[in-house]
């Protein structure tokens, strides 16, 4: 079983990615955009809290994220895995997903960070936003903030799970395949505990 957290800054091909490691690998795709897509289109409890906060321009709590996340793991009960796109960024994230998956018997087995220079995200993400139609696609200093954004909320969740010895950056620059070998050998090489490996 593979529960993969794919970390990456916006626009480091991590959703090619994902895409990629999903096929290759029969898991369940979880996107904390997708999830609140979701749950707020259907007006669920939960989607109208969401829903309620992103109104007045707050912050969804953490609570809110993690009981979406919830209910997509027990409708998804998938043998082979998952991988988490966009969760957890905060420490308090981290120690809410490893309590629920311990709940359920399993644990993260794999952090994989896509490791791009911030110049070159700059420029992928200014290129980018000649067609994606978002304006903070287009601007740099907004490009930048976001950056930094990820930046400093990423390190210590890294770190977290470092601690493990399940965290790895794998070279995002070079073509998708490229790339893609690099995590395909990131996630089949074996994962050692202490002095015994799995």
């Known amino acids: 079983m593979i529960n993969l957290i794919l970390f990456g800054p916006p626009g480091s091909g991590k959703g090619t990615q994902a895409k990629t490691i999903v096929e290759k690998f029969d898991l369940t795709h979880i996107s904390t955009g997708?999830?609140?897509?979701?749950e707020i289109g259907n007006k669920t409890p939960l989607g109208i809290k969401a829903k309620k906060y992103m109104d007045d321009g707050l912050l969804v709590p953490d609570e809110v994220t993690i009981g979406m996340l919830e209910n997509k793991l027990d409708n998804s009960n998938n043998p082979n895995?998952?991988?988490?796109?966009?969760?957890?960024r905060t420490i308090a994230q981290a120690s809410a997903l490893d309590a629920m998956l311990k709940e359920r018997g399993t644990k993260v087995t794999h952090l994989i960070a896509l490791d791009v220079d911030?110049?070159?995200?700059?420029?992928r993400i200014m290129e980018r936003g000649k067609t994606s139609g978002r304006a903070d696609d287009r601007n740099e200093e907004i490009v930048r903030q976001r950056i930094e954004q990820y930046n400093e909320l990423t390190s210590p969740v890294y770190g977290h799970y470092d601690k493990f010895g399940i965290s790895k950056k794998v070279d995002g620059i070079g073509?998708?395949?490229e790339i893609f070998n690099r995590i395909y050998d990131a996630l089949t090489v074996p994962v050692c505990d202490s002095q015994e490996c799995n």
């Open 34 to 38: 997708d999830l609140f897509r979701y």
């Open 81 to 88: 895995g998952y991988i988490l796109d966009g969760f957890p």
């Open 118 to 123: 911030d110049n070159e995200i700059v420029k």
């Open 175 to 177: 073509e998708i395949d």
